[in-house]
Nanobody, 128 residues
């Protein structure tokens, strides 16, 4: 079992920055890939970013490339999502998740069906 707890959400003006963090516990952190999804009201869940077990490979949805950066600290069992140049359309609940079976020779699952564990989510609101 893996427990995930997100932090760092909040209200920010357009153009501002936030850093989300997600602390993991319950299993060796470096055994699984980590990712972030988001869901805005009335919209489907959307893949945002992911990072491989070692941190050597990262993946992003096109809409956040160049603005968001995912990173992980395996010594602290924590994954981060640095979000810069935020836009009102980034407003959503952001979920941290873990994929225990992922390897870098696989295609990234952007639908979320392969991801084993999910956090409770943290609200990010970007005002215009």
């Amino acid at each position: 079992q893996v427990q995930l707890v997100e932090a760092g959400g909040g209200l920010v003006q357009a153009g501002g920055s936030l850093r989300l963090s997600c602390a993991a516990s319950g299993r060796s952190f470096s055994d699984y890939a980590m990712g972030w999804f988001r869901q805005a009201p009335g919209k489907e869940r959307e893949f945002v970013a992911a990072i491989s077990r070692s941190g050597g490979s990262t993946y992003y949805v096109d809409s956040v490339k160049g603005r968001f950066t995912i990173s992980r600290d395996n010594a602290k069992n924590t994954v981060y999502l640095q979000m810069n140049s935020l836009k009102p359309e980034d407003t959503a609940v952001y979920y941290c998740n873990a994929w225990t079976a992922f390897t870098t020779d696989q295609a990234m699952d952007v639908k979320g069906t392969s991801w084993d564990y999910w956090g409770q989510g943290t609200q990010v609101t970007v005002s215009s």
